[in-house]
Every structure is written in structure tokens, then in C-alpha cells.
């Protein structure tokens, strides 16, 4: 059977399907949106899922062509004729098709994870389930591709198959509004869509979406072999029974993954000596670049009364919201990967770090604004801001003004309201006037 295996392989339209699924893969993992998988590994694995857009219906119409290549021959009532079991003839096929599918999936995956390997370093678990689940996905799309091919053997099948593949996975949100959860049971790129650093996918969620995938695997597996009409309706049993299973499993509450943090990403990591400088550990790779620019901003807020002694990672999220503890002498800084994987806005984190001493705490309603902050930092630094694709235009416009306008002050005056803003940011009394604005 392996030599089956291996010329099936070589004669088949495998090799051909791994290629084209691998090309496609990297071109859509570097250039359809940027390179937004830099993060880490399980924002890789996600960002290889969302692509299944792309993949899933190509593994179908290669499954569709591949199908077609014994009606093309004209040998299918000599190979019925044979004494050989069925399932001699449609095994190599389908183990081929399943072989090139996942070798061009994981290879997709290699090609981005050489990108970030030399900064990602953080690798739960969960990466490989993730995986494991988008490789099942193909696999069922390459064996459904194959079923409908034998069924329907024309020219047309494969294209029509792309298609109509593509379109079920774009209608089955709309389909199964309001029930979120249920658009994720049934396809795999449901709320893949640019995870943050702290995103996972639960395990519930990767069990109910295998459960569903593999069952639909098997009904394509009884499609494909099927000689006569019984067994293709037997096919629709574990359909059904898969799509029972998989919905009991899957939470039944709405944002599945959205909502989904992983606690363990969130973890701070400290680097050695002082004063101390943690990142979360997804971002523990960035930790040797983070850190010089943070002790050497702490040294600049020496400059005020009662200073900040250390730096750490801002790890708040949103949905759900939570936020890392609020302490007085912490420093807390936004890590963000570039698409390079290394820290992200490089140019401009001394900057973004200093002006972090003058943050609020949660829930603060009369908190600094981007501008105050950002003037008042410079201030300390000892130059004017400059343009930052993180602010727009305006905000910069008037951290220049308000720059300006503290440094035509005495320094005694400046250094005494930048101490107040902070000391109001701190108390979330920050009114307007703390400092000081040219009339209008």
C-alpha cells in the first residue's frame, strides 16, 4: 500500500495541490494585509486559519479535478470489474490528496514561522490544536472535492466547486445570525480575523469544530467509495450526527474567540538587574529590546519628586475587559510587535515610555490627553515631539505647542506643571489649564 501511496502520489494532482495551496498561502500571509501574524505564534496559527477562505475552497476544486481522472481515462468499469476491494482503489487517492493538503498547509506555517522565530517565543500548546484543526479542514474540503468529482465528472465541477466553497464560508455568518457561536461550529475562519497578542481559541471550541470537520471527512470518504445508492444516503448519518455532536460542545454564547484571553500570554516576564522591566510573555523575545530604552526613560523621570522605579507591559484588554494592577511607582508601556516581529514604533518608544508616567487609572474620567502627555514627556527628554503614526497630525500639532509653550517658561515654573499634570493624572483630576496653551 505504501508503493500505491508513493506513485499515487507522483502520478496524482497531490503534488501539484500542495504547491499551489503553499504559494498561495505565503503570498496571503505576507502581502493580502500585511504582516499581521508578527505578534507570536498563536497569531500565526490564527492568521493561517482566516486564509482558509482561500485554501478551503482550493482544496475542494483539487479534489473535484483529481476526481475526475477516471472518467477522463475511461477506466472505471474496468477497475469495477476487478476482484480488488473498493477500498484498494480509493484509498492511495485519498491519502494522497489528505498527504498534499497538510504538506502545503504546515509548510505555509513554516514559511511564516521562520519569519518570527527569532523573536516568538512563547509557544502554547494550543498552536498545535489550532493547526491540527485547520489542516482537518482541508482535508475534508480535498475529500468532499473528490466526492463531488466522481459524482459529477465535468470539466466544470472544480471551478463551480471553488466557487461555491468560497461562498459558504462567507454566507454561513449571515445564515446563522444571531448565534455567533454557531457560524464558528461550522467554519473554520469564523473570528480568526486579526487576534490580539493575548487571543487564544478555547479548547471547547477546537473539540466541537473537529468533531464537525472529521464527521464531514468520513460522509466524503462514503460518498467517494460509495457503489451504489444506499451507502451515499448512509453519508448523510454522520453528518448529521457530527453537526449534533460538535453544536452540544461548542459554548453557546457569542465572541468564542474574540472574547477568549490566554492568561499565561498575559504573564509578566522580568529582566535581570535593575531597575526591574517586565513584558508579557508573548512578548518575552522583545524583552532584550525593550528593556534599555525603559531604564534609560526611568532615568529621565529621575527628574521628578517621587519617581517611577519600574516599567511594565500594559496588558489590558477590552473584550472582556480586564487591566493589569494600578500602582503609583509603575510605569506602564504598550508593547506592540512590528511586522518584522521586533518591538514596533522603535523610533518613538523612549517617548511613548515617558509619557506612560502620566497615565491614569482605570476608568479614570478626567485623565491627560495624547498631546499633554506627549508634551510633557519630550519636555523631560529634552526635545521637540516629532510626527508619529501612532497620533494624528492634530495631536501632534499641539504636543508641539504645548511644548513650546513650557519651554518659554523658567524651568523651575515648566518642571512644577508637568509635575502637577502628573500628579492630577494620577488623581484623575486633570482639568484644563494644567498646562499651559497659547490664547486663541
Not at 100 to 106: H, M, Q, S
Not at 192 to 198: E, G, K, R, V
Not at 409 to 433: F, M, S
Amino acid at each position: 500500500m505504501t508503493r500505491v501511496l508513493g506513485i499515487e502520489l507522483r502520478r496524482s494532482a497531490a503534488i501539484s495541490t500542495a504547491i499551489i495551496l503553499l504559494v498561495a498561502g505565503v503570498l496571503l500571509l505576507f502581502f493580502a494585509e500585511g504582516i499581521e501574524f508578527a505578534t507570536g505564534w498563536m497569531q500565526l496559527a490564527m492568521t493561517q486559519r482566516l486564509y482558509l477562505a482561500v485554501l478551503w475552497p482550493v482544496a475542494m476544486a483539487a479534489g473535484a479535478w483529481q476526481a475526475r481522472r477516471e472518467h477522463r481515462s475511461n477506466v472505471a468499469e474496468l477497475f469495477a470489474s476487478t476482484p480488488r476491494p473498493a477500498a484498494h482503489r480509493t484509498v492511495p487517492t485519498l491519502g494522497a490528496m489528505a498527504v498534499a493538503v497538510v504538506c502545503g498547509y504546515l509548510s505555509m506555517g513554516v514559511a511564516g514561522g521562520l519569519w518570527i522565530i527569532g523573536t516568538a517565543e512563547y509557544l502554547p500548546m494550543s498552536v498545535f490544536v489550532v493547526t491540527a484543526v485547520g489542516a482537518l479542514a482541508l482535508i475534508a474540503a480535498a475529500w468532499l472535492g473528490l466526492a463531488v468529482g466522481r459524482l459529477l465528472p465535468s470539466p466544470v465541477t472544480a471551478p463551480a466547486l471553488a466557487v461555491a466553497g468560497l461562498a459558504l464560508l462567507l454566507l454561513i455568518p449571515g445564515a446563522t445570525r444571531p448565534r455567533g457561536w454557531l457560524a464558528l461550529v461550522f467554519s473554520p475562519i469564523y473570528e480568526m480575523n486579526m487576534p490580539d497578542a493575548y487571543t487564544t481559541v478555547p479548547a471547547r471550541a477546537s473539540a466541537s469544530q473537529a468533531i464537525w470537520l472529521a464527521t464531514l471527512a468520513i460522509a466524503a470518504v462514503m460518498l467517494f467509495a460509495a457503489g451504489n445508492w444506499r451507502i451515499r444516503v448512509a453519508a448523510l448519518l454522520p453528518v448529521v450526527m457530527g453537526a449534533t455532536l460538535a453544536i452540544a460542545v461548542m459554548p453557546h454564547h457569542d465572541r468564542v474567540v474574540n472574547a477568549a484571553i490566554d492568561p499565561v500570554a498575559r504573564e509578566l516576564v522580568c529582566a535581570e538587574g535593575e531597575p526591574r522591566v517586565c513584558v508579557s510573555r508573548v512578548h518575552s523575545g522583545l524583552l532584550p529590546e525593550v528593556t534599555p530604552k525603559a531604564r534609560e526613560s526611568l532615568a529621565i523621570l529621575a527628574k521628578l519628586p517621587d519617581p517611577p522605579t519600574q516599567l511594565d507591559e500594559d496588558t489590558t484588554t477590552y473584550l472582556p475587559e480586564i487591566f493589569p494592577p494600578w500602582e503609583k511607582d509603575v510605569v506602564l508601556y504598550r508593547v506592540e510587535a512590528g511586522q518584522n516581529g521586533h518591538l514596533g514604533n522603535e523610533t518613538h518608544a523612549l517617548a511613548e515610555m515617558v509619557s506612560g508616567a502620566f497615565g491614569s487609572p482605570p476608568r479614570c474620567e478626567e485623565y491627560a490627553g495624547p498631546d499633554e502627555k506627549l508634551a510633557a514627556a519630550y519636555w523631560l527628554i529634552g526635545r521637540e515631539p516629532v510626527a508619529d503614526d501612532t497620533y494624528d497630525a492634530e495631536v501632534i500639532s499641539t504636543a508641539v505647542e504645548l511644548w513650546q509653550n513650557l519651554r518659554k517658561l523658567p524651568e523651575a515654573k515648566a518642571k512644577a506643571q508637568v509635575i502637577a499634570l502628573r500628579q492630577a493624572a494620577q488623581n484623575c483630576t486633570v482639568g484644563d489649564g494644567v498646562l499651559p496653551r497659547s490664547k486663541r
